[in-house]
């Protein structure tokens, strides 16, 4: 166990549809960050929040998007999906926002658009 | 832009082979350089990380040397094991180019298979 919760770990819907996915970082961590796992893309970093407030952008599509609570655990809101966002969906924390940490990664949202 | 170009697999080997999977990369500042694996099923790991020229990075008997002058990071092993099989992702940590954030850049990862 990682510190790091995702859930849920499956999640199959439909095209169109809009899911939520949620991440609990690592106790003390303040920042999370968003990743996509998929066969031909690769790791896409997707976005990255800081106590709450978002600090960079990487790939994240339009209809993607984020937040951080105040208890530190962030969602991530995926809409109008399509079947190429099917894909693994990691979440990673880190105790700060900025310097050359190495992140912990939760065991990832497997969704699947059908 | 940073970047990180690893060697790309699959790789199979014999159990208490030795392995090399080579990764390079191009970044601004001075980088932080990790390795992660990633396990069936399973999230990404920190397998071991260097965060500054001629550094050695070691953990579970793998060892990865930052070579500053070849921009490198290669990962290795005396001696794999089955329960090495695994992708294992070369990555990078090095502040974004008009912005205080650093971030990690994966490279495309590289599958290893070891057989009995």
């Known amino acids: 166990d990682s510190g790091v919760t995702q859930t849920p770990k499956h999640l199959i819907t439909a095209t169109g549809q809009r899911v939520t996915l949620r991440c609990s970082p690592r106790?003390?961590?303040?920042?999370v960050y968003w990743y996509q796992q998929s066969l031909d893309q690769g790791l896409q970093f997707l976005i990255q929040?800081?106590?709450?407030?978002?600090?960079a952008k990487g790939n994240i599509l339009e209809r993607f998007s984020a937040q951080q609570f105040p208890d530190l655990h962030s969602e991530l809101n995926l809409s109008s999906l399509e079947l190429g966002d099917s894909a693994l969906y990691f979440c990673a924390s880190s105790v700060a926002s900025d310097g050359p940490y190495g992140y912990t990664f939760g065991s990832g949202t497997r969704l699947t658009v059908v | 832009g940073n970047s990180v170009t690893q060697m790309e697999g699959p790789v199979t080997l014999s159990e208490e082979a030795f392995l090399t999977i080579n990764c390079t990369y191009t970044?601004?500042?001075?980088?932080?350089l990790f390795w992660y694996v990633q396990y069936p099923g399973e999230g990404l790991q920190l397998l071991l990380k260097a965060t500054k020229a001629d550094d050695k990075g070691s953990n579970k008997g793998f060892e990865a040397t930052y070579r500053k002058e070849t921009t490198s990071f290669h990962l290795e092993k005396g001696s794999v094991q089955v329960s090495d099989s695994a992708v294992y992702f070369c990555?990078?940590?090095?502040?974004?180019?008009?912005?205080?954030?650093?971030?990690?850049?994966f490279g495309k990862g590289t599958k290893l298979s070891v057989i009995p």
């Open positions: 106790s003390g961590d303040l920042s």
């Open positions: 929040y800081y106590n709450g407030e978002e600090r």
């Open positions: 970044a601004t500042g001075y980088p932080s």
């Open positions: 990555a990078l940590s090095a502040p974004r180019r008009g912005a205080g954030s650093y971030q990690l850049t």
